[in-house]
């Protein structure tokens, strides 16, 4: 199995532009969960997805951000515009669906806006 | 209020030497308890989770954490910890009612030689 697939590794962008991350859960998985890591603030969660449907997404900082889940197999999220303090590592993970399962991490992008 | 401390940002042991993380939860509902592991530039993997039954778990690499419900806690112990330990450590608590999981603030373990 692959593991949890995001693209791109790296991103530089600067201010004012739009980002999108992409995700690739692992098959069979059906939560899908968005996580953002930073020093100051360590490990948040942004959103999760269940059966591609948003249940949660009151950790989503404000509308510039914005996550979609189309299929079982891709999400993305969006950063539009950017800011600096959206610097960051964004994880996505993914499990089978119950309180029990292990979250299976991916390794993640690491997001620079200057 | 359902969360999760991790009471010690960093740890800092000498190689062999033994070391304990601890964690604490609070939670009105009952929890599943987990430990991650991050190595540098890398996601976060599962070390060991407790599900029910024994309180004890033990991880492949020798970690162990064990289950105390009336102190709340879920505290990760190595008897003897190697250089290749050093990393950030995520105590998580996942709650029988929802799917969603709470990580703690981490614990940076550093090994020194």
């Known amino acids: 199995d692959a593991g949890v697939i995001q693209s791109p590794r790296h991103e530089v962008t600067e201010m004012g532009q739009e980002v999108t991350l992409r995700c690739k859960p692992i098959?069979?998985?059906?939560?899908l969960f968005w996580y953002r890591q930073t020093m100051m603030r360590g490990l948040e969660l942004l959103i999760y997805?269940?059966?591609?449907?948003?249940?949660?997404d009151s950790g989503m900082p404000e509308d510039r951000f914005s996550a979609k889940m189309p299929n079982a197999s891709f999400s993305t999220l969006k950063i539009q515009p950017s800011e600096p303090r959206d610097s960051a590592v964004y994880f996505c993970a993914s499990s089978t669906g119950t309180s029990a399962d292990t979250q299976y991490f991916g390794p993640g992008t690491r997001l620079t806006v200057l | 209020a359902q969360s999760v401390t991790q009471l010690d940002s960093q740890v800092p042991v000498f190689e062999e030497a033994p070391v304990e993380l601890r964690c604490n939860y609070s939670?009105?509902?009952?929890?599943?308890l987990f430990w991650y592991v991050q190595y540098p530039n890398q996601g976060l993997q599962l070390l060991l989770k407790y599900l029910s039954g024994s309180t004890l778990v033990e991880s492949i690499n020798g970690f162990e954490a064990e289950f105390n419900k009336s102190q709340t806690s879920f505290h990760l112990r190595k008897p003897s910890v190697h250089i290749s330990d050093t990393a950030e450590y995520f105590c998580?608590?996942?709650?029988?009612?929802?799917?969603?999981?709470?990580f703690g603030a981490g614990t940076r373990l550093t090994v020194k030689p």
């Open positions: 098959s069979g998985h059906n939560s």
């Open positions: 939670s009105s509902v009952s929890v599943y």
């Open positions: 998580a608590v996942s709650f029988h009612n929802n799917n969603d999981m709470r």
């Open positions: 997805f269940n059966n591609n449907v948003p249940i949660d």
